[in-house]
């Protein structure tokens, strides 16, 4: 469930507030795709080869 939190401090709190969130206001993922160059949860990134 997207709205389900997980309180602690596990590996996916990414922003260290003791809860773990997906979706909804200081939700862990968010910083995570700002952190990748996105905004859109379901944009494909395309590897580029050397």
């Given at each position: 469930m997207p709205t389900?939190?997980?309180?602690?401090?596990?590996?996916?709190?990414?922003?260290?507030?003791?809860?773990?969130?997906y979706a909804g206001?200081?939700?862990?993922?968010?910083?995570?795709?700002?952190?990748?160059?996105?905004?859109?949860?379901?944009?494909?990134?395309?590897?580029?080869?050397?």
């Amino acid at each position: 469930m997207p709205t389900a939190t997980v309180n602690g401090y596990w590996p996916e709190d990414v922003n260290l507030n003791g809860q773990v969130k997906y979706a909804g206001g200081s939700n862990d993922r968010d910083p995570i795709l700002v952190t990748i160059g996105g905004t859109i949860p379901t944009a494909v990134r395309l590897q580029q080869l050397p």
